[in-house]
């Protein structure tokens, strides 16, 4: 079992900055990926950024460039760094855990970007 806790969302405005937190717990020696996906109502969750080992990234075409992905394998923590925030960019993000044979998920956090 892979437990996820996310942190750091919240409000801001159009052109601010948003750093989200995802501290991983239990069997984390399966996580082979990790990622932030984010969901809004009425549509499928889609894949924001994921980070695998030794520290490759893959971003979505409309984050590339704003959004970074990073991880802090002493604290078993994964970061999304979020600048240059758009109200498109409001939705629940929520953390990503891969292993095998399934994924893991947290409970979501609400960002907001609106002036």
């Known amino acids: 079992q892979v437990q996820l806790v996310e942190s750091g969302g919240g409000l801001v405005q159009p052109g601010g900055s948003l750093r989200l937190s995802c501290a991983a717990s239990?069997?984390?020696?399966?996580?082979?990926?990790m990622g932030w996906y984010r969901q809004t109502p009425g549509k499928q969750r889609e894949l924001v950024a994921t980070?695998?080992?030794?520290?490759?990234?893959n971003y979505a075409d409309s984050v590339k460039g704003r959004f970074i992905i990073s991880r802090d394998n002493a604290k078993n923590t994964v970061y999304l760094q979020m600048n240059s925030l758009k109200p498109e960019d409001t939705a629940v993000y929520y953390c990503?855990?891969?292993?095998?044979?399934?994924?893991?998920w947290g409970q979501g956090t609400q960002v907001t970007v609106s002036s």
């Open positions: 990503n855990a891969r292993t095998s044979p399934r994924d893991y």
């Open positions: 980070i695998g080992s030794p520290g490759s990234t």
């Open positions: 239990g069997s984390i020696f399966r996580i082979y990926v």
